[in-house]
């Protein structure tokens, strides 16, 4: 687009023009004088040159949206790791060996946003700002920006960009430069998501490839509905139908069995174009594709959605592992030779704070993925920029944790034992009636944990059975009451007392 303007003329030259106007419009002035008012030439320097004009832009940005099924909460991750606690907190009795997802938008990882300058201009500067809806907050950034107080909002006041991709300087993998809630330190592997094609991105004495954010759970409606079909499927519904409010999704949905390898890796993959509903069994057997398939759909997604190759390439750099397991030795090499042993060393993996080790990132068994369209991206993370972009490209992908999905059972915690009888033996004993209890709960399970306190006679008989728990409904506890007093354990010198804590478990594959 050409700068090029129509000259500005100056006041001094507006005025005689304006004289010279009028006097044409009158007629000859009496006393025999020619009536002619001569028009002043107009000097050169009377011609204001045209400011330089602004040049545009395009923003490019991606990230990952985690929710599990039947939380109205989800999380923008660039690759934030499910199930991580604040430093110090221990988890409760319930959650140790627990397979869970503690995130509800759970979070948002990572938004990684790059800059694009059009042609007319080598520099431009921005403010950014970014305020997650639904309560959400930012729990990391990178470079350092202005986060208020309740982290609600991030600004980036002066942000510069320059013509021309850069090296940026980011935190070393052993450094320690988070404070986030979570012990979550994203900002370790950012040197991985540079590309070469976005523009240079300068804050303060920081410059990099691009700016970074990520947020924690917030309350936000997503466009598909989830529900449980069978005891192995799940319908998958565009919102739309009975909110006309949302958008909806085009293209596939992708349900993915990830265990460990990559290899093992089985995706079902679906369309939803011109459909309002779609039923999912789970990944596995006939109408199944491996990851490499599902890898090269999803890298195209990424790409006809607005992301440039390097930019999706970038993505599947941070998600490839997470999302469809860890390659074989070769991959890996392959993995080794493309970015640099020291870079694959932490493929798919993240830092933890005070820990020098990495952890893979939050990793899904059985998980939904798709698309996000754009108006759910902006809704849940809206964006203010002065100057705006041309455009704006924000392709996320949305992973919906179906875990919750499998058949419930019931599992031991921990058993306290008063009197002569061994804890061993009395574990061996409940584990006989281990289906009759899981019955009394029913297709949905244990939502929490429960409690079973029993005294037993010498003769190995209950003599009373007492059962609570947060939600039980009084069916269950009857049930398990009734369970509880069938029970017959060996016989032993003296009576005992029994506290057993039930919690709840879903199998996988």
Known sequence: MSSRRRPRLSFATLAALSLAHAGCGAGAPSGGGTGATATPPVEPDSVVAPPPSMPTYALHEWGLLDADYGSPRAQALSGALPGVRPRGEVPSETERGVPQIHLGVSSVDKPVVYFHLDSGGDA????????????????????????????????????????????????APSSDPCGSVDGVCEVRELARYETTDADCVHVGGTVGGFLFYRTGAADVTLPLRVAIESRTAVRVTQGAVTDPALPRVRGWIMRVYRPRTRASTQVRIASLDGTDSVVLERAGGDGTVGASEAIDALRAALVEAGLTAEEGDAFMRAWTVPLFGIPDVAGQQADADDFGADRAQSEGTIGLMGNESSRELGAVEDALLYILPVASVDALLPLTLDPPPRVSQRVFVARVNLHQTHPAHVGFGPVAVGGPAEANVVRRVLRRYLNELTACFGDQGLADTALLDLSVRPAGTVQTASASGPGLEPQVVACLETTARAMRFPATRGESTLQVTLRSFRQGF
């Open 124 to 171: 431009l500067s921005l403010r950014f700002e970014v305020a997650p809806a639904g309560g959400g907050r930012v729990l990391e950034h990178f470079p350092p920006g202005e986060l208020r107080a309740d982290a609600e909002l991030l600004r980036y006041p002066q942000v510069r960009v320059t013509r021309g991709d850069c090296e940026g300087a980011y935190p």
